[in-house]
């Protein structure tokens, strides 16, 4: 029967579900090892556009309605998948693959049980392919063994129909001459590192870019190759793929990489920033940044190395130094480690309304609706871990990954799957959004219920649901976050203590721990649509705050006075990331941008996205998207074009104070 089945989805050109099919006795494994062995070896490939590198622009395989899918194995459009396919074959595919699922939570923000994650890039480049087909073959005799030499073997079809297509095309004969070499053997120069890094790219469907300066410095001699990345960053961009960080050892492909990076949307760079960093670095990244493009972002290198080394002992620093934010910013090793980014997020502005409906009139004191409210998160937190187990579950017995399992170290070694724990580290990263709304809010219900009693709590409630005018001026006269204010710092140091600390002591299925993270992407407008009015001055279904940064509209006073709120946080316990985002007007960033990022680094800061991009061009932009095609905006987490957006997302990034 499985033959009848993998010929069938042969016959009407889906090639993964063709290698998924033709032998179904086997293990998933090695079902969906040989799955993107006919995928590799069938996919249509792009015509040559004469550039350096190849493939190029969209993923492959995207005419297909299975395809490999760089989170969840594969992905199936199931629409076009029912129109295509004859009924009594697709129930193989009901019953035997698809084993997708998603969060069934409000609880979502950002999180679905997502995974980034990097190849070994550096380890691929320096062995190649036929090093590893050389480890898999020493393996014990079994599907594992077997599968990854599927995977070697797909690859190699692959490699050797791209360079058949490129010789039929006329193609640039050192592209032709790299890709005859890599990624199967040693890359020997900066170039072929290139090219192989931009073909293991493609193999593992436009995820992450790696640690561009940090691996490819080794063959550097000298070359100018900023154009080069600048058509890697091209082909990142084309399929909205993710990050690189640069330094901490800062050398001329540094320079290059960010000189490459300006204006770009994508990748998102992260440049780790040390104290004693160049000024030449200084201004290549102030340089960069006035490009529009939202990059680089800021990290605090020694913060980030001191507090990896508390929570991973065990990890020695040469894999500490690999750290590099996957998707948007979630913290990972690159190419050593497995990281659910975000797995799951915490509505806190939902728990917090849902508590106010709940309890507020029942709590006598402030303190008796702050356990209240604890109670609740904990609750939230429970609830949200033991779905996102589930989801583990399914992807251990069901939906493994070989190609990562190929890709990530140490998963060979360990003859375990990427998705059962493979990899070399594995964590999970929960992302709480909407804090600032809640400890604005916890600040005016201590105020004016419980201190000052302008209100009952049967009136505070009444008021905010009907979202009494009057009564939102009193909201806005209470102390509030952003401006250093003693008051409200308080709340939202012991608030966002105890809020990360939730996740202490409890593991994933499998993994060291779970990684507190406050990253708002573009998820805060759907997170707050569900969230009624809240005590800090929000309406309903208002968006939620974008960043750690004050809400919108109250750091009015500064810099100095905001940055001094946010590290009141305690950001260091969010090691999955803390996103805080600053807009700087384009003539004042040459001199403002480094003393901040200093002092606020000096303070705790841990994260800082710049967006530095005129307010008239965006507001023109909202009349006149034809002539901003190519505007770029820093959002929650990463960059967009200011097109792509929503109308009312487009309106909250205009209405960020610009601090100078």
Not at 487 to 494: C, G, L, M, Q, R
Not at 549 to 578: E, F, R
Not at 596 to 620: K, L, W
Request: hydrophobic letters at 35%; aromatic letters at 10%; glycine letters at 6%.
């Amino acid at each position: 029967m499985s033959n009848i089945v993998s010929e069938y989805f042969k016959s009407i050109n889906e090639p993964f579900a063709q290698g998924f099919f033709e032998d179904i006795e086997r293990t998933k494994f090695y079902r969906f090892s040989k799955a993107y062995e006919r995928f590799f070896e069938n996919c249509t490939l792009p015509e040559y556009n004469g550039g350096k590198l190849y493939p190029y622009g969209i993923a492959l395989g995207t005419e297909y309605t299975v395809k490999p899918d760089y989170c969840n194995t594969y992905s199936i459009n199931f629409p076009k998948f029912r129109e295509k396919c004859k009924k009594e074959f697709a129930q193989f595919v009901d019953k035997d693959m698809n084993t997708l699922i998603r969060l069934p939570t409000p609880h979502t923000i950002g999180g679905y049980g997502w995974v980034h994650s990097f190849p070994n890039y550096g380890r691929i480049a320096k062995e190649g392919f036929n090093s590893y087909k050389e480890r898999i073959m020493k393996l014990p005799e079994d599907d594992f063994r077997d599968g990854l030499l599927c995977m070697i073997a797909g690859i190699e079809k692959l490699r050797d129909r791209c360079v058949a297509k490129l010789r039929e095309s006329n193609a640039d004969a050192e592209l032709i001459s790299a890709l005859e070499k890599v990624p199967m053997e040693p890359c020997e120069t900066l170039y072929e590192a290139i090219v192989c890094r931009n073909f293991v790219f493609y193999l593992d469907f436009c995820d992450e870019a790696g640690r561009l300066d940090a691996e490819l410095i080794e063959y550097y001699k000298g070359e100018d190759v900023t154009e080069i990345l600048r058509e890697f960053f091209r082909n990142i961009d084309a399929n909205n793929g993710w990050s690189s960080a640069i330094g901490p050892d800062y050398n001329d492909l540094t320079v290059q990489v960010l000189r490459a990076c300006k204006g770009m949307r994508r990748p998102l760079i992260e440049l780790r920033v040390t104290p004693d960093m160049p000024k030449s670095i200084w201004n290549e990244a102030i340089d960069a940044i006035k490009g529009g493009g939202g990059s680089p972002a800021l990290y605090n290198e020694e913060l980030y190395q001191k507090k990896l080394a508390e929570k991973f002992p065990n990890i020695p620093k040469a894999d500490l130094i690999k750290f590099n934010g996957g998707g948007c910013t979630e913290t990972m090793l690159a190419g050593v480690s497995r990281v659910g980014s975000t797995d799951a997020g915490i509505n806190t502005a939902l728990v917090l309304r849902d508590t106010i409906t709940e309890s507020l009139c029942n709590c006598k004191t402030y303190d008796e609706f702050y356990e209240a409210l604890f109670k609740n998160f904990e609750i939230a937190v429970t609830d949200t871990l033991e779905k996102l187990s589930a989801i583990y579950s399914v992807r251990m017995s069901s939906i493994p990954h070989p190609m990562r399992t190929l890709l990530v170290d140490d998963c060979i070694d360990n003859r375990k799957d990427f998705n059962s724990g493979g990899a070399r580290y594995n964590w999970s990263i929960i992302n709480f959004a909407g804090m600032i709304n809640v400890i604005d809010s916890l600040c005016t219900i201590r105020e004016l219920v419980y201190e000052k009693k302008k209100y009952t709590a049967e009136e505070f409630v009444r008021l905010l649901d009907c979202e009494d005018e009057e009564f939102y001026r009193e909201l806005k006269k209470c102390p509030h976050y952003g401006v250093d204010n003693e008051t409200a710092d308080s709340i939202a140091e012991e608030f966002s203590d105890r809020l990360f600390s939730l996740l202490d002591g409890r593991k994933p299925k499998f993994g060291e721990c779970y990684l507190p993270a406050s990253i708002q992407f573009i998820t805060y407008i759907d997170a707050g649509a569900q969230v009624g009015p809240t005590p800090d001055g929000r309406r309903k279904g208002e968006p939620l705050c974008d960043s750690i940064a004050a809400i919108h509209g109250n750091d009015k006073q500064g810099p100095t006075a905001l940055l001094g709120s946010v590290t009141k946080l305690k950001l260091s316990k969010a090691l999955g990331t803390p996103v805080l985002n600053l807009s700087l007007s384009p003539e004042h960033i040459d001199t403002a941008l480094q003393p901040i990022v200093e002092t606020y680094f000096q303070r705790g800061g841990m994260q800082m996205q710049i967006n530095c991009v005129s307010r008239a061009d965006m507001i023109d932009a909202l009349d006149h998207p034809e002539r901003h095609q190519s505007l770029i905006v820093r959002t929650g987490g990463y960059s967009e074009y200011f097109n792509a957006l929503s109308e009312e997302m487009k309106r909250t990034v205009i209405d960020r104070t610009v601090q100078i």
